[in-house]
């Protein structure tokens, strides 16, 4: 599988710091002549406007493209989904980091429940790994709130890190900021591309009701 590349432009704010995100922004792409996949939610102009095509179009327009295998939950009481709102607003407002996208996170790692633990040891609504855990100050993955924190913290770090590419924050997330730093954008793995593809698609249902 050949080396993707995906550049999609999406920056922080440089007074604020926070992910800034187009409220309608479509998704476009062209495939260079070496291969390699571009991705903009610019509208492209100019030259660039025969090249690019349409990969998506958000949020009504768009459709679900097939993601990972969801977790099963445990907790199968709708109120969980509203069951942690405080914390997800402290910790929007703490880390700067969208609540929608804080919420995509914890709807596609646990499907909102506290208590999973996936097969490679992350753990928790966010999913931490214990070594990322403990570098964000979770002492209890467990902890609902902690775990949250702790979770969104990482997403700020990894922000941070990929210049506020939302791509590749995600990316980062899911495979590691190694893996995206070692093919200089989202790594060449089918799960991680079936992953970014679900946060996207949560993020923009609930961006909806949490702007």
């Known amino acids: 599988m050949k080396k ?39 509208s492209p102009t ?34 969980r ?14 880390h700067s980091v969208p609540q929608a996208f804080i919420r995509a996170i914890i709807r596609v790692e646990s499907d909102y429940d506290y208590r999973v633990v996936s097969i490679a040891g992350a753990q928790g609504l966010m999913q931490l790994m214990p070594a990322t855990g403990k570098r964000m100050g979770c002492t209890n993955p467990f902890d609902p709130h902690q ?34 730093r070692k093919y200089s954008g989202v790594p060449p793995y089918q799960m991680t591309h079936n992953y970014i593809n679900r946060v996207l698609k949560f993020y923009y249902q609930y961006k909806k009701k949490y702007p």
Do not use: C, Q, W
């Open 147 to 180: 775990n949250i924190m702790g979770g969104t913290k990482y997403l700020r770090h990894l922000a941070n890190l990929f210049n506020g590419d939302m791509v590749l924050t995600i990316a980062g997330y899911h495979a590691g900021e190694g893996a995206v």
């Open 81 to 94: 989904y509203s069951r942690y709102d405080a914390s997800i607003m402290l910790a929007s407002k703490t």
């Open 46 to 79: 100019g030259h660039g406007k025969k090249k690019y095509k349409i990969y998506l179009k958000t949020p009504d327009e768009r459709k679900a493209r097939p993601g990972v295998v969801p977790i099963t939950a445990k907790d199968h009481d709708p109120a």
């Open 4 to 42: 993707r590349d995906y550049k999609f432009l999406l920056l922080t704010s440089i007074l604020m710091m926070v992910i800034s995100f187009a409220a309608n922004a479509d998704i476009y792409s062209y495939t260079a002549k070496d291969g390699t996949i571009h991705f903009t939610n610019l």
